[in-house]
């Protein structure tokens, strides 16, 4: 998912006939990772980790998120005709009900993703506007309500983002955080950094420390599995390795410049303490109020200048689904103008479902943020299962030589180890509290087998959803014990 920019989804529907250059593929895989994201990762980090923990955790989530990268782009070369998504993946090595959640999960962490983008717009008109607080007021949350379903009869009509609103949008996303990171190094303080450095009176241990900052780095590395799906759009093959490593780099360097620069500027415990975007509040500490509504007017643009693609990628991953016979047929049906009206409307309700529940969380935008990464693990994690299952087989290996063996099982390894530890990071309550999701999603598919007439569960399928089931209602009992908090 790419669910930082240019969605993968829509770019993989583009015209098969376009070839584009390396720096055109490096600027998509750039383009489908920056976004909102990046403007509140120095609170989120300020509030787990000092300097050191940082730079740690930055490593191993650079390191991580590039193995799940070479999956996706081995896997687009290794098989070809799983075209339908990341979710074909898992349906083709661990079976339809399988596959379903990970399409299941994969639509909803894009749902999710957008309920981070209103509550980010609502607090960053909170600076101006008091009682929009933090994007967690009545009249934030009404607000953002319109404003999803104001995007839904947009969209609806059939209109969709123009190239000139895209160029916009990448420059209103770039330079802001280039500014951002120049103003930050030109005011920089070596002795604040110093007093940041440590950050053990936060969570204790290091490793507690990088663990948890290990769901913010999901969320912004959102869209590196985007760089497969170019590949058929290059002129050259070898390009689409090229420009997976030169666009990750790239937004690996912004991503961790923004992060520790902003160490240099205040205290971590006052960087902690700042409103989404934190971005805006380091840099006005940095050059004062203009700087603050420098980032805000920056933020706003971008995302309600990607908002259009997202809603319909949001949608795409149910039509697209539909349309391969994993989801209920009503899900495929699109308008005159080719619009997938109903997939949209699910999508739509879905994301004010989540809105209304961040009204109960402790942090509105915080809590949106996790779940979008969490509902996205399961995905990526099949994925990397998937490609350890074809190494293990050496299904498409035949006459492979030994170094691209070794190299795909240690590249496989790496990521499932990676994904795995992200499942362990991001913690029992948050894990739990997806099969919420996953629980009554189920529904679409019992929908899908009536409607091929086929029996709803095999054996080992109906084992799933008694288990599934098991721990959705252990998420409930809780969430009302109160032993798990939102």
């Given amino acids: 998912m790419a669910h930082e920019g240019t969605t993968a989804t829509t770019g993989s529907t583009a015209s098969a006939t376009t070839k584009v250059s390396l720096l055109t593929l490096t600027a998509m895989v750039v383009g489908s990772m920056v976004g909102a994201g990046v403007f509140s990762l120095p609170r989120r980090f300020a509030q787990e980790t000092g300097v050191m923990g940082a730079l740690i955790a930055w490593v191993v989530a650079g390191a991580g998120m590039l193995m799940l990268a070479f999956v996706f782009q081995r896997l687009a070369m290794r098989k070809p005709d799983l075209d339908a998504g990341v979710y074909a993946y898992a349906k083709a090595g ?52 319109v404003g999803l379903w104001l995007f839904f009869l947009l969209v609806r009509r059939g209109i969709k983002e123009a190239t000139a609103i895209n160029r916009i949008v990448t420059v209103a996303k770039i330079i802001p955080i280039i500014v951002f990171v120049l103003l930050a190094l030109f005011v920089f303080d070596p002795s604040a950094f110093a007093a940041n450095w440590g950050g053990a009176d936060y969570a204790g241990s290091l490793f507690e420390q990088v663990r948890g900052t290990m769901l913010v780095t999901v969320f912004v ?10 590949s058929r759009h290059a002129k050259r093959r070898e390009d689409v390795g090229r ?24 205290p971590m415990g006052e960087i902690a303490e700042l409103r989404q975007p934190s971005m805006a509040g380091v840099l006005e500490a940095a050059v004062g109020e203009w700087g603050s509504v420098f980032v805000g007017v920056g933020l706003i643009i971008s995302v309600l200048g990607a908002y259009l693609a997202w809603t319909l990628m949001a949608a795409e991953v149910l039509f697209v689904a539909a349309k391969d016979r994993d989801m209920p047929r009503f899900l495929s049906r699109q308008t005159d103008r080719d619009v997938p009206v109903n997939a949209l409307l699910l999508s739509t309700s879905l994301s004010t479902v989540v ?51 070794r190299g795909d099982l240690v590249v496989a390894a790496l990521a499932t180890v990676y994904t795995a530890f992200l499942v362990f990071a991001a913690g029992l309550s948050l894990v739990l509290v997806s099969f919420l999701f996953y629980a009554p999603a189920t529904i679409l598919f019992v929908m899908t087998r009536r409607e ?13 959803f008694v288990a599934v089931v098991a721990i959705a209602v252990l998420a409930v009992v809780g969430l009302v014990a109160g032993w798990i908090s939102i």
Wanted: proline share 4%; charged share 10%; glycine share 8%.
């Fill in 94 to 145: 661990f079976g339809e009900y399988t596959g379903f959640f990970a399409a299941a999960g994969y639509w909803a962490s894009a749902c999710v993703g957008n309920v981070t983008y209103w509550v980010l717009i609502m607090s960053t008109l909170g600076q101006w506007v008091p009682a929009l607080g933090a994007g967690d007021t009545v009249l934030a949350l009404a607000l953002s309500a």
């Fill in 221 to 230: 590395f959102l869209g590196v599995e985007g760089a497969s799906v170019y």
């Fill in 243 to 266: 420009a997976t490593i030169l666009g990750f780099l790239s937004v690996f360097a912004i991503f961790a410049s923004v992060t520790i620069v902003s160490y240099g500027i205040m």
């Fill in 355 to 405: 809105l209304v529940l961040t009204y109960f969380s402790e942090d509105a935008f915080d809590f949106a943020l996790d779940m979008t990464a969490v509902m996205t693990l399961i995905p990526f994690l099949l994925a990397a299962l998937y490609a350890v299952k074809l190494r293990a087989t050496r299904e498409t290996y035949d006459g492979a030589p030994p170094s691209t063996l």
């Fill in 452 to 464: 091929q007439g086929r029996r709803v569960f095999s054996p080992p399928e109906l084992a799933l």
